[in-house]
T-cell receptor, first 112, second 110 residues
Framework: EAGVAQSPRYKIIEKRQSVAFWCNPI?????LYWYQQILGQGPKLLIQFQNNGVVDDSQLPKDRFSAERLKGVDSTLKIQPAKLEDSAVYLC??????????FGEGSWLTVV | RKEVEQDPGPFNVPEGATVAFNCTYSNSASQSFFWYRQDCRKEPKLLMSVYSSGNEDGRFTAQLNRASQYISLLIRDSKLSDSATYLCVASYNQGGKLIFGQGTELSVKP
């Protein structure tokens, strides 16, 4: 079974530029998550989708971050404009139900 | 105060040692608990769920104390391949978001 796919794997941008990350969850998984993991910290939930509806986006910095999950499958996370403190790994995860969630390999962002 | 707190370590132990990780959570409404393992520059992967009755999976034993809001993970007979970061995780409800601790780094030496 194919896992959670993410792209790009690595991105370096200058502050104030924009960046977008793409995620394709495991087929059939209704729930999709975006987590931010800063070096030395645990993952922090940014947004959770159930199909194409938002379940929780309480920790998403909405002035600069946006996410969508059109048609309840793929999802895109965008940052505009980026700040230095946005340097992190952006992990997409999906789950069929319950709590067993499966993470993608992550998109590594460096803002310089 | 962080919702899930762990000792960040690092824990440096010799092969064959027994090592224990502790974790506390602040929200008494938390219902489900897990340990995830994260290798360097890799994604987190589920190691095991944690039940009130305690549960064991080979060399790994997890315990939950709801009264003290405390979770533990015991690794017996440590292997070099156990070197990783161990993340303590709490969830409020079925299908709810997972709250991760900052992780405890383990390094097993020959």
């Amino acid at each position: 079974e194919a896992g959670v796919a993410q792209s790009p794997r690595y991105k370096i941008i200058e502050k104030r530029q924009s960046v977008a990350f793409w995620c394709n969850p495991i087929s059939g998984h209704a729930t999709l998550y975006w987590y931010q993991q800063i070096l030395g910290q645990g993952p922090k939930l940014l947004i959770q989708f159930q199909n194409n509806g938002v379940v929780d986006d309480s920790q998403l910095p909405k002035d600069r971050f946006s996410a969508e999950r059109l048609k309840g499958v793929d999802s895109t996370l965008k940052i505009q404009p980026a700040k230095l403190e946005d340097s992190a790994v952006y992990l997409c995860a999906s789950s069929p139900r319950g709590h067993t969630i499966y993470f993608g390999e992550g998109s590594w962002l460096t803002v310089v | 105060r962080k919702e899930v707190e762990q000792d960040p370590g690092p824990f440096n132990v010799p092969e064959g040692a027994t090592v224990a990780f502790n974790c506390t959570y602040s929200n008494s409404a938390s219902q489900s608990f897990f340990w995830y393992r994260q290798d360097c520059r890799k994604e987190p992967k589920l190691l095991m769920s944690v039940y009130s009755s305690g549960n064991e999976d080979g060399r790994f034993t997890a315990q939950l104390n709801r009264a003290s809001q405390y979770i533990s993970l015991l690794i017996r007979d440590s292997k070099l391949s156990d070197s990783a970061t161990y993340l303590c995780v709490a969830s409020y409800n079925q299908g709810g978001k997972l709250i991760f601790g900052q992780g405890t780094e383990l390094s097993v030496k020959p």
